[in-house]
């Protein structure tokens, strides 16, 4: 940055560099895990739910198939005209054949309906021959066999038997008896058995999927992993080409500064002292035209000397920060600009970050001074929970910051570099006509 400092690598670019590398790497891994742990309960409960309701279903569709498969195949063919007729052997016969079904439990209760509203078979016999009023839906039933599902307590006047036995499921399908007249056959199931069905599966296809997504997300780790590792190499690389490229420029102010304070300073000064001599003696008739084109020399003079000054950068490791901010200010002061600088107590502030937070707070003062024509200038400096920062705010004329600056008007772009290489953050807030505050955000590692 100043004369006299090294301008090779930057002290702390190696091993921060490596450190930060390793610090951003896992802190990217560990939000790519997090994501995907999000994502994967984002998409697993959605998926969990949809896998019960599909099981809950399909068990129902199978306790539907059931039952349809008893009223064709065991039911109707039984249903003779001896069984309508009332025929003991008849009742036998069928309770044989469902015995099967209602001894293991697959199913709680059955009932056997004509058109009519009777009940024509149960294996509680006691509700045989009654006649009851039919739901509405029976007659699309009877007519196309639409089936019919439900889940329910039993509190219809012909469920005198299921009442007690908690929430069932009731299922209707139509079959037809050996006569060829059409019956509806009527199953109770315990829901919990059917919820254990579904459950199961459920159960089988759970484990599978959250394997395969989390497969998925262990597959993907390497190549997040190698992604932010280049991203990171890439900001790295980034940041030492703006580093190097401001202290380039640093070096390119301080040629010039000595070219025009070696070569065109000293001979303006000679001059000036030369068209002193001649003023003095000179002739009387060219005396005032000297000595007015002497005092025009001289102002110029001064006024290279201050470009001179301010083109020079301070070694800060040699002074302090504060004296050397003062110093910048001096020429705004000179000029009729108000300037307040405040600084607290800033602990451990080295070389490298002070150079930072120098470079920003004289672009911004050039900037305030020169675009904005301010007449006020407040710079603060403190120390704030693991950072350093740097208020620039001054009364003048402001801008849109969203709108790209003009040709030469580089002030903060160069600003802006010189916080991302430092890792920092630059904050601009400005509106025409209400001045502008710029903050600089220094982290500590």
């Given at each position: 940055?100043t004369s006299?400092?090294?301008?090779?690598p930057?002290?702390?670019?190696?091993?921060d560099?490596?450190?930060?590398e390793?610090?951003?790497?896992?802190?990217?891994?560990?939000?790519f895990?997090?994501?995907?742990?999000?994502a994967l309960i984002?998409?697993?409960?959605?998926m969990?739910?949809?896998i019960?309701?599909r099981?809950q279903?399909q068990?129902?569709?199978?306790?539907?198939?059931?039952?349809?498969?008893?009223?064709d195949?065991?039911?109707?063919?039984?249903?003779t005209t001896?069984?309508?007729?009332?025929?003991?052997a008849?009742?036998?016969?069928?309770d044989?054949r469902?015995?099967p079904?209602?001894?293991?439990g697959s199913?709680?209760r059955v009932?056997?309906?004509?058109t009519?509203?009777t009940?024509?078979?149960?294996?509680a016999p006691?509700?045989v021959?009654?006649t009851f009023?039919?739901p509405?839906?029976?007659?699309a039933?009877?007519?196309?066999?639409v089936?019919q599902v439900s889940?329910?307590?039993?509190?219809?006047?012909?469920?005198?038997?299921?009442?007690?036995l908690?929430p069932?499921?009731?299922?209707h399908?139509?079959?037809?008896?050996?006569?060829?007249?059409?019956l509806?056959?009527?199953?109770?199931?315990?829901d919990?058995?059917?919820?254990?069905?579904?459950a199961s599966?459920?159960?089988?296809?759970?484990p599978?999927?959250?394997l395969a997504?989390a497969?998925?997300?262990?597959?993907?780790?390497?190549?997040?992993?190698?992604?932010?590792?280049t991203?990171?190499?890439?900001?790295?690389?980034?940041?030492?080409?703006?580093?190097?490229a401001?202290?380039a420029s640093?070096l390119?102010?301080?040629r010039?500064a000595?070219g025009?304070?070696?070569?065109?300073?000293?001979?303006l000064?000679?001059?000036s002292?030369?068209?002193?001599?001649?003023?003095m003696?000179?002739?009387?008739?060219?005396?005032?035209?000297?000595?007015?084109?002497?005092v025009v020399?001289?102002?110029?003079?001064r006024?290279?000397r201050?470009?001179?000054?301010e083109?020079y950068?301070?070694d800060?490791?040699?002074?302090?920060f504060?004296?050397a901010?003062?110093?910048v200010?001096?020429?705004?002061?000179?000029?009729g600009?108000?300037?307040?600088?405040?600084?607290?107590e800033?602990?451990d502030l080295?070389?490298?970050?002070?150079?930072?937070l120098?470079r920003?707070?004289?672009?911004a003062?050039?900037?305030a001074s020169?675009?904005?024509?301010?007449?006020y200038?407040l710079?603060?400096l403190?120390?704030?929970?693991g950072?350093?920062?740097?208020?620039?705010?001054d009364?003048?004329c402001?801008f849109?910051?969203?709108?790209?600056?003009?040709?030469?008007?580089?002030?903060?772009?160069?600003?802006?570099?010189?916080?991302?290489?430092?890792?920092?953050?630059l904050?601009?807030?400005?509106q025409i006509?209400?001045g502008t505050t710029?903050e600089?955000?220094?982290?500590?590692?």
């Open positions: 940055m006299g400092r090294d301008f090779g930057h002290p702390l670019d190696y091993d560099s490596i450190t930060a390793r610090h951003e790497v896992r802190s990217a891994v560990l939000r895990l997090l994501v995907g742990l999000l984002a998409i697993s409960v959605p969990a739910l949809w019960q309701a099981a279903t068990a129902v569709t199978h306790a539907t198939e059931l039952t349809q498969l008893i009223a195949n065991t039911v109707g063919p039984i249903v001896e069984l309508l007729a009332g025929d003991p008849a009742f036998e016969r069928l044989t469902l015995e079904w209602l001894k293991n199913i709680m009932k056997v309906w004509n009519g509203g009940i024509v078979y149960s294996d006691s509700i021959g009654r009023s039919l509405p839906w029976s007659t039933l009877f007519a196309d066999g089936s889940l329910e307590e039993q509190r219809d006047a012909d469920s005198e038997f299921e009442s007690g908690g069932l499921i009731e299922i399908v139509r079959t037809h008896a050996a006569t060829g007249a059409p509806m056959f009527e199953a109770y199931f315990d919990q058995a059917v919820t254990a069905e579904h599966l459920l159960v089988g296809l759970t599978v999927i959250l997504l497969t998925l997300q262990v597959v993907q780790l390497p190549p997040a992993v190698r992604l932010a590792r991203i990171q190499r890439n900001k790295i690389a980034r940041r030492r080409l703006l580093q190097h401001i202290e640093d390119e102010r301080m010039i000595r025009l304070h070696d070569g065109v300073i000293q001979e000064a000679a001059l002292y030369t068209l002193e001599a001649e003023a003696h000179g002739s009387a008739e060219h005396r005032p035209l000297l000595a007015k084109s002497g020399l001289q102002e110029n003079v006024a290279l201050e470009v001179t000054s083109l950068p301070p800060l490791e040699r002074v302090e504060l004296e901010l003062r110093h200010a001096e020429p705004l002061v000179a000029r600009i108000d300037v307040r600088i405040e600084a607290s800033i602990s080295d070389t490298d970050r002070a150079i930072i120098f920003v707070a004289r672009e003062l050039t900037n020169k675009h904005a024509q301010a007449h200038i710079v603060l403190h120390e704030g929970p950072c350093i920062r740097l208020t620039v705010r009364d003048g402001g849109d910051p969203d709108v790209t600056a003009p040709d030469g008007h580089v002030g903060l772009r160069i600003m802006r570099d010189t916080a991302q290489v430092s890792g920092g953050t904050a601009v807030e400005s006509g209400m710029i600089l955000t220094l982290y500590r590692s």
